[in-house]
């Protein structure tokens, strides 16, 4: 009798706590789930405490779903389901529903992320004490784990393999076609490897492209292994130290382990070491020093295109025509180069014929001359330039000599803004996704705001005053349906093609307009299909 009154209580109870229990477990049942207005909670903790799941705010009100280590002093966020598209901070949520599909859903109801998974009820999710996030069936099969999708980091034991790769703004690291792991940089116009070094053979490098397995590991005691030879290992290597390896928004590819009595990370492997030697990083004209900190400028005759983001790089102050009697000058960047995207390569010809070769064709923007070996490389494209007492050559920038007015010469092209770019995220620009669908949000959160204020006003005006006229009813019905558009041809008659200018300010020329029609009757008559839609998140189950 007392076990089955036992059983009664604790069955109901059972239900319900999967739904309403989603803080500091490590595995969830279906019907789960985690809204982003609970972002201080966690969905998912690991059973050693090491790593957390939940939401993640990439920017204002953009939110993503990630893994991140609980004990840092700041947020590392280890993997993300989303992180190019982030959701809405209100509204949004993560479900595992009763298919077995784990899914992420915006505040509009459109799924941004899922599993894919469709193992019905029985299947669970967990937060392994790795950081793998897995999701299985009632048999215990894994059908989805995060770490076979990798964003921009490698745990420990999370193998990195032919078909995963990290990823971090235009950089990526990936096993190539010839077996051999990479890092690149591939920009909107232009894709250049930059690592293993390409002056040295692969064999020099010490790797090797016979191995197809493409298969490389960082186990726990900080030692990589990759199957194309790579092998490398942190400065504190070792059992008991946290650790991980990312690719950063400047190129560079570093293992980071834990201070656990400070909670902050320090960089205990890197693989490059002059950061001038990552491609692309000031961008397409940029000029990169390192001496001692990241420094890009323009080159001569070059300005910055986008004055807030060296990753656009720099354009041409002039135009060149090309005709056969424009005259150019040189201007001289000495210890410097720009690495590949040769038109021609001499050899023991002097200064004067290189300059002649570069003269001769059109698309020659600069040449690099070696005064000693009297190399002579003639440039197509200003990518990947440099300055580097260590190299003993200078590079010579190609200019139009009537150019304007304007000075070019030295270095900086663009005095007043700063050009030290190290570390921030945002300086790099690659903040640019996040930060425009906060913009975006923030807008849409204010508008939103002031609708319903005016609607809210409106509506407590129109109950308040039962006995108001017919035409102003009009108007808060106008209020209550939409805002009304109008049409340039309509526009067009009532201000009398715009005959009477009231006042210009910065959104443009204020024109006095006159409507004769009732607004009524635009309201209702013109734009069916502009009627307010009603967004229900979708259902999922
Ligand atoms: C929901 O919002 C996202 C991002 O703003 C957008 O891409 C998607 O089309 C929207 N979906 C619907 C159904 O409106
Ligand atoms: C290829 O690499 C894998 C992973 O590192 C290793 O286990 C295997 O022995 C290698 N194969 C050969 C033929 O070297
Ligand atoms: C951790 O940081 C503290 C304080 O900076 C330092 O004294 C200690 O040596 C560090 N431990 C390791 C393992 O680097
Ligand atoms: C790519 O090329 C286009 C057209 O030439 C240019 O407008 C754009 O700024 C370039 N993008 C970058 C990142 O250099
Ligand atoms: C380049 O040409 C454009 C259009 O032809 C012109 O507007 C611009 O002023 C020219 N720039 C220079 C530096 O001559
Ligand atoms: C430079 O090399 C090219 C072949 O790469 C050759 O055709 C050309 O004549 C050489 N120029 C001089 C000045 O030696």
Same mark, same amino acid.
């Given at each position: ?39 201080? +909670? ?13 939401? =993640? ?16 002093? /700041? ?12 959701? !809405? ?9 009763? !298919? ?44 989805? /784990? ?24 235009? =950089? ?69 130290? *946290? ?45 990169? /020093? ?33 005709? +056969? ?6 201007? +001289? ?13 001499? @050899? ?28 002579? =490389?003639? *440039?197509?494209? #200003? ?17 139009? *000599? ?62 308040? *005053? ?24 309509? #526009?067009? @008659?009532?201000?009398?093609?715009? +005959?009477? /200018? ?37 259902? #999922?189950?």
């Amino acid at each position: 009798m007392g076990t089955f009154f036992f059983i009664l209580i604790i069955l109901p109870l059972l239900a319900v706590l999967p739904c309403s229990y989603a803080s500091a477990q490590s595995t969830l049942s279906t019907g789960s789930s985690l809204s982003v207005e609970e972002d201080s +909670k966690t969905f998912l903790t690991s059973p050693r405490n090491e790593f957390s799941c939940g939401f =993640y705010e990439s920017g204002g009100n953009a939110f993503s779903f990630s893994i991140w280590f609980t004990a840092t002093v /700041e947020k590392t966020v280890v993997w993300s389901a989303n992180p190019k598209s982030p959701v !809405n901070g209100h509204g949004s949520n993560v479900l595992l529903n009763h !298919n077995g599909n784990l899914a992420l859903t915006d505040v509009n109801g459109t799924v941004t992320w899922d599993t894919g998974t469709r193992s019905g009820e029985g299947t669970v999710v967990s937060l392994l004490d790795t950081g793998n996030l897995i999701v299985r069936d009632s048999t215990g099969t894994i059908l989805w /784990e995060s770490f076979s999708s990798p964003t921009d980091t490698l745990l420990p034991l999370q193998p990195l393999t032919k078909g995963t790769g990290l990823v971090s703004s235009y =950089y990526s690291l990936y096993f190539d076609n010839d077996n051999v792991l990479r890092l690149m940089y591939d920009g909107p116009n232009i894709s250049s490897i930059y690592w293993p070094n390409l002056d040295n053979t692969l064999f020099e490098n010490g790797r090797t492209s016979y191995n197809s397995s493409r298969v490389a590991v960082l186990d726990t005691e900080g030692f990589f292994l990759s199957s194309d030879g790579l092998n490398f290992k942190a400065s504190d290597w070792g059992t008991g130290v *946290k650790r991980r390896l990312t690719i950063g928004y400047d190129g560079n590819l570093r293992m980071y382990s834990l201070n656990a009595s400070t909670g902050s990370w320090i960089v205990s492997w890197e693989a490059i070491a002059d950061m001038c030697d990552v491609h692309g990083i000031c961008g397409q004209n940029g000029m990169c /020093e390192y001496s001692p900190s990241l420094r890009c400028s323009c080159a001569p005759g070059y300005e910055m295109t986008d004055p807030q983001n060296w990753n656009k790089g720099c354009q041409p102050k002039f135009n060149k025509s090309c005709s +056969k009697t424009e005259q150019f000058d040189f201007i +001289k960047v000495p210890h410097s180069d720009c690495y590949g995207f040769d038109l021609s390569y001499n @050899e023991s010809i002097t200064f004067a014929e290189c300059e002649r070769i570069c003269l001769d064709s059109c698309s020659c923007l600069a040449f690099t001359y070696k005064t000693g070996s009297a190399y002579c =490389y003639t *440039k197509a494209l #200003l990518f990947n330039c440099y300055r580097s007492p260590n190299f003993l050559g200078d590079n010579y920038i190609k200019v139009p *000599k009537n150019r304007g007015t304007s000075k070019q010469s030295g270095l900086t092209c663009n005095p007043g803004i700063p050009v030290v770019v190290q570390g921030s995220a945002s300086m790099y620009g690659m903040g640019d996704g996040n930060k425009s669908y906060t913009t975006y949000y923030i807008f849409a959160a204010i508008l939103g705001g002031l609708v319903l204020l005016f609607i809210g006003t409106s509506w407590s005006f129109l109950y308040s *005053k039962p006995n108001i006229p017919k035409s102003m009813e009009a108007g808060y019905r106008m209020v209550m349906s939409q805002f009304r558009m109008f049409t340039y041809r309509e #526009l067009t @008659e009532a201000t009398g093609k715009f +005959k009477e /200018e009231i006042g210009r300010g910065a959104s443009g020329i204020v024109y006095r307009g006159v409507f004769d029609r009732p607004v009524d009757e635009h309201v209702r008559g013109d734009h069916p299909n502009r009627a307010p839609k009603y967004l229900r998140p979708q259902n #999922l189950d």
